[in-house]
């Protein structure tokens, strides 16, 4: 017989009800075994033609009801060496493509996983916290795995790159001979960013895989979750400093005046005159300064404190700045001009670990004075209604260390709407 009919023979009768379950079961045991034809393998409730084509091979009778049925590789491989001129590796190899090793696999992919890890950690920041806890996380929860078995475990340096490059850290680590010309309003656009640290001006559009992994190093650095909405997550960039927009990172504010005699300081006048709010752009801040009339701003984080100071105390209010959650490059923008003008900053948020932690960046980067943030003004407003538990990492209060402990043994929230009539009494001008 010619061996190319030898092969289509082959080819017919191993593909067909008999074997094709026993083949795959060896397939199975040689991959995991880098190729071993070591011990057996066996087929759970055997249909008839498996029954004979195991007997075929082994010439040993087996039961018709018998529930499994086991063969040896070895015999296997004989017996298909004696039938078809060649062994189990290359039949299996000729039917359905060569075999894989899975522990060779295996130990590249995890050789591929630690020298990541390895270039990861050699980055100036690994030794912050926050960048340990992110590297820690994307290893234990299969993310740098998939990277690596998709090939791409590039990203992760990129996304190192990137970090290195925002405008806080870069401030750190000065020394950075390439850096690219500063946005007038001292943040970094995304594309910018993106280029400096890729070549690639794309490579962080949104709900891209780079994004995704530097949105949960940011994410972990403020201590939550990667925001699900958009304007979440440019709130996020804006609080390392890089912008997707500077039209779109806002500040609402409330009777803050302003001197110079720029339009928008005009606007700003005008509003206050009357007690109306305003929003400012972060695009209007860089392109036409404004320097706050006020040389005392309140900043509170939810936009119903800001409402009813307009709504009740309209132009007699104290100038107030709405944070509306994490700060924005637009608000960090005019309150450090502020503070550089003279102002003092009276600072507040919610009563939950997000809110401890925006205060606390407040006292850090602008000198601000926490503003009925202690641990008695929180249990006072706990007592006044429910509150919500508190969820995600805890965070300290280092202006009041017992107001973080009160936090931590209530478990409870306390939103700033809550406090509104005292906070609507600080506001009130006399």
């Known amino acids: ?100 090793d899975r522990p060779a696999e295996r130990s590249d992919e995890e050789a591929r996983r630690e020298q990541a890890l390895k270039s990861a950690h050699s980055s100036r920041l690994a030794g912050q916290g926050w960048f340990a806890a992110w590297l820690e996380r994307i290893a234990a929860d299969g993310t740098l795995t998939r990277l690596v078995r998709r090939g791409d475990a590039p990203l992760l340096d990129a996304a190192v790159r990137v970090l290195e490059r925002l405008p806080g850290d870069r401030d750190r680590f000065p020394g950075d001979q390439d850096r690219p010309p500063a946005h007038p309003a001292g943040v970094l656009p995304l594309p910018v960013l993106a280029e400096w640290a890729t070549g690639d001006t794309k490579a962080l559009v949104p709900g891209s895989p780079l994004e995704q992994l530097v949105l949960r190093a940011l994410a972990q650095r403020t201590g939550g979750d990667i925001p699900r909405v958009r304007a979440g997550r440019r709130a996020l960039w804006e609080s390392a400093g890089a912008i997707a927009d500077d039209l779109a990172s806002q500040v609402l504010v409330l009777n803050i005046g302003a001197e110079g005699d720029t339009v928008v300081c005009d606007w700003l006048r005008d509003a206050a005159d009357f007690g109306i709010p305003f929003r400012l752009t972060l695009h209007q801040l860089a392109t036409a300064p404004v320097v706050p009339a006020a040389r005392t701003i309140f900043v509170c984080e939810n936009p119903a404190v800001l409402r009813a100071a307009a709504g009740e105390l309209q132009d007699t209010s104290a100038a107030l700045v709405c944070t509306e959650g994490v700060a924005s490059a637009a608000c960090h923008k005019l309150l450090g001009d502020a503070v550089r003008a003279g102002a003092r900053l009276h600072w507040r948020a919610d009563f939950d670990w997000a809110g401890l932690r925006i205060t606390a960046g407040a ?59 005292a906070l609507l009494s600080d506001l009130t001008l006399t």
Do not use: F
């Open 363 to 421: 006292v850090a980067r602008h000198g601000a004075r926490p503003w009925r943030m202690t641990a008695a003004d929180y249990t006072a407003a706990l007592s006044k209604g429910e509150s919500t538990p508190l969820a995600g990492p805890p965070a300290a209060s280092p202006w009041d260390p017992e107001l973080a402990r009160a936090m931590a043994e209530s478990g409870s929230t306390v939103m700033e709407e809550r406090l509104l009539p």
């Open 1 to 100: 017989m010619s061996a190319e009919r030898r092969e289509y023979r082959e080819h017919d009768e191993l593909q067909g009800e008999g074997w094709s379950r026993l083949l795959a079961a060896a397939r199975r045991r040689l991959e995991r075994t880098s190729g071993a034809l070591d011990g057996d393998i066996g087929l759970a409730e055997p249909s008839e033609a498996e029954r004979r084509t195991v007997i075929g091979i082994t010439g040993r009778y087996r039961a018709e009801n018998a529930q499994r049925l086991a063969i040896s590789l070895h015999e296997l491989d004989g017996y298909l060496h004696d039938r078809y001129g060649t062994g189990l590796l290359t039949t299996l190899g000729r039917l359905h493509g060569p075999l894989r």
